[in-house]
């Protein structure tokens, strides 16, 4: 009996040993996660900070805010469509050459043989004209 009690206190301390051993990893890990923290969370403060005096520099300027002191841009701030439209430009900037008169037979425009079709209904039905008292669906009283 006295054996099997050694070694249930033997077993007991052991695992009290191994707990206290991983409660105390534990505690050193988020001293190292808070310490971490608290580091970035200093580094970003100051950033902050410089940014809020850069803020309240650029406020305190009484002609920060004056259109005509600002730099005009030498470029549309349209949308660009590539290379194409800087083709263009390019081709719009230098002078046009004259087009060489072409005869007057080339110039006439062929007249066609074939009669003008009809255009195609739309498939859509015409509007009812009447006005309908109880027909809501009628949304002619709006125009």
């Known amino acids: 009996m006295k054996d099997t ?8 301390r052991a695992k009290a040993a191994e707990i206290t051993d991983r409660v105390t990893a534990k505690q050193r890990e988020n001293a190292d996660a808070s310490q971490r923290m608290r580091e970035a969370n ?12 850069g803020n309240a520099e650029r406020n305190a300027d009484p002609h920060a805010n ?8 030498s470029r ?14 390019a081709a719009g900037e230098q002078p046009v050459a004259a087009e060489p008169e072409r005869p007057a037979a080339e110039r006439a425009v062929p007249e ?7 255009p195609r209904p ?13 027909d809501y669906s009628n949304n002619s009283w709006m125009k």
């Open 5 to 12: 009690f050694a070694t249930i206190v033997a077993g007991t």
């Open 42 to 53: 200093e580094k970003l403060t100051k950033q902050l900070d410089e940014r809020a005096r």
């Open 66 to 73: 004056d259109e005509w002191r600002k730099p005009v841009k």
């Open 76 to 89: 549309s701030t349209t949308f660009s469509f590539g290379p194409a439209e800087e083709q263009t430009e």
């Open 112 to 118: 066609t043989t074939e009669p003008e079709a009809t």
């Open 122 to 134: 739309s498939g859509r039905h015409a509007r009812r004209d009447e006005f309908d008292d109880d």
